[in-house]
């Protein structure tokens, strides 16, 4: 029987981690993207190189009117953005950090359970597209609904082959019987489930259901204030989540030189490296189209997940 205490203090820990990371990601993506880009980015706000930044967003956010649509569907409308985010806060708790337990709970289906709570954002776009009583944002639900559908199935694809591998779905499991040569292996699959990741982030250059450039702001046209800001936090959960998944399912998670007494340093490198490449990706390509999305999903994200599986069959049998 788990001891109370405990419980809390994950719980706790996981909390801290889902407030802290996703702000440290966007304060990297103001900086990173203005370097790339031959700019300063925020300098002033809190002083040492605009560290603040975030915080001053958020105070400017809470200070703005929160403004529900005289025809939406209030109740629905309002839930939202909690839909959108609460799921990654979820998956947080399954992901494991560390050796020896180092994870907020260990689900014995982790694999399942991570993927499916995922899914579930998607519910969060269609809500606010469907109950803004808009039809602009009820279009930028639908175009979410169809490019998240399109992209679930790659990633379920490339993170089955692992599965495959090590013969569980159990995410500590998976890590406890990795081995180095299965990154090279199963590159392929990292990539596709990196890539499907991306775009069920519609983060760029998959982010034509959002458009941030655009008059309309997809399915959140009609959202203010600290709402607005829910969407936007989840958007840098879900980069965290994806790639703290990425770093467990495909690099070996904590395995890494050293003891396993510094494992989870390894994990959080690995992370970091792999946001600072989903922000490189954002100023490095451009937007892709509607049918561009699709066909990418269908004819090639696809097909490479299929042959990453079979792949995985190939050298299972081989070496069995």
Not at 101 to 118: P, Q, S
Not at 136 to 162: I, K, N
Not at 249 to 263: C, E, I, K, T
Request: glycine content about 10%; some cysteine; aromatic content about 10%.
């Amino acid at each position: 029987m788990s001891d109370p205490l405990d419980v809390v203090l994950r719980l706790v820990a996981v909390l801290v981690v889902f407030l802290v990371l996703p702000l440290l990601v966007g304060q990297t993506e103001h900086k990173v993207m203005a370097h790339m880009q031959g700019r300063l980015g925020p300098m002033y706000a809190g002083g040492f190189h605009g560290w603040a930044q975030l915080v001053a967003d958020g105070v400017k956010f809470a200070q703005k009117e929160d403004i529900v649509p005289a025809d939406a569907d209030r109740r629905v409308f309002q839930l939202a953005p909690a839909v959108a985010l609460l799921p990654y806060l979820l998956v947080l708790i399954a992901i494991p950090v560390g050796p020896n337990g180092f994870v907020g709970e260990a689900v014995d289906a982790g694999l399942i359970f991570v993927l499916a709570v995922m899914g579930i954002g998607v519910l969060g776009s269609l809500m606010a597209g469907w109950a803004s009583a808009n039809k602009f944002s009820l279009l930028g639900g639908l175009r979410t609904a169809a490019q998240l559908l399109a992209y679930e199935l790659p990633m379920l694809l490339a993170a089955a082959s692992v599965a495959m591998a090590a013969g569980t779905l159990s995410l500590p499991a998976i890590l406890d019987g990795y081995h180095w040569w299965w990154t090279p292996w199963q590159l392929v699959g990292a990539v596709v489930f990196f890539t499907a990741g991306l775009a069920e982030l519609q983060r760029p250059p998959f982010d034509m259901p959002v458009a941030d450039s655009e008059i309309i702001f997809g399915a959140y046209t009609e959202y203010t204030g600290l709402r607005f800001a829910l969407f936007l936090l989840a958007e840098y959960a879900g980069i965290v989540v994806l790639c703290a998944l990425t770093t467990v399912l495909f690099l070996g998670g904590w395995h890494g030189p050293g003891p396993d007494a510094v494992g989870w340093l390894w994990t959080l490198l690995k992370t970091a490296l792999l946001s600072f490449v989903v922000i490189w990706l954002r100023v490095s390509y451009p937007r892709l189209r509607e049918d561009q999305l699709q066909k990418l999903a269908w004819t090639v994200l696809i097909p490479l997940a299929l042959a990453q599986i079979a792949l995985t069959g190939v050298v299972k049998v081989v070496t069995a």
